[in-house]
């Protein structure tokens, strides 16, 4: 059985509808940057990592350039990356001036031994690495200035590997006009990411809910139980929905190479390569 697969989300809520066309295009494209690597027998946590690059490039979504602007109109971007074969795990929070994430927070799972960077720690990090400083005018797209309200929005990709091996990555430059130094679920990890032997795992979405469910975990968990994909998706949604309010969605991988995705929002732009070929949905 081919286990290769990979599915990629471009957050959840309401969004602009004439955009959906092109933000389901790009999420294509995320996802088959990853698929390509996965054919030539690279890792799931390259393929997850490559993916959310794509995403985060492009200013359409709230992730890298385009990302949300806090209270003070300045750019705070979260993000995570699980390898689940070793459950080594690297993110970054809080940081500013970083126009890739996703690529930090790999350093920092590669370089150890700190599993968690924030704010001007990371920075200095990034600097040691050789990341470059990204100004403030490159990051902030004009769409960003204009729109200085409260939603939501992240960025993510999980991904299984010719070996079985899964992996999750997830980005975000977090909700609108929050409090410097808010930190949301996504670098969190068993929050809005998590991978392990038999389930990688991105969620979005409202952050403060998301952490208080613990819900990426709380989807491993049920998966363990089931052993289906998409079950597991709607069964977690269900436990959400019995329990809190907020918009939330999620995407998974098993190691069986069957992605699923649930969200209780109306949009939530994504895109799944599996065996069985090509499905994208709003």
Known sequence: MNKTAIIVHGGCGDVEQSSIPERLQVAQEAAEAGWKLLLQGASAVDAVEAAVLVLEDN??????????????????????????????????????????????????????????????????FARSRGIPHCDLEHMVTVPRRQQWEDAHGTVGACACDSLGRLAAATSTGGSFNKMPGRVGDSPIVGCGTYADGHV???????GEQIIRMTLARLAAYLYAESGNAQETCNRTLEQFDATLKGE??????????????????????????TADGVTTGR
Do not use: W, Y
Not at 80 to 93: E, Q, R
Not at 254 to 264: S, Y
């Open 200 to 206: 990688g795992i991105s969620c979005t979405g409202n």
């Open 59 to 124: 200013p359409l979504f709230n992730a890298g350039v385009g990302s949300a602007l806090n209270s003070e109109g300045r750019v705070e971007a979260d993000a995570a990356i699980m390898d689940g074969a070793t459950l080594n795990t690297g993110a970054v929070a809080a940081v500013t001036g970083i126009a890739n994430p996703i690529h930090l927070a790999r350093l920092v799972m590669d370089v150890g031994p700190h599993v968690l960077l924030v704010g001007r720690g990371a920075e200095q």
């Open 248 to 273: 939330v969605g999620i995407i998974l991988v098993d190691r069986l190479g069957r992605a699923a995705r649930g969200k209780n929002s109306r949009d939530m732009p994504t895109c799944a390569i």
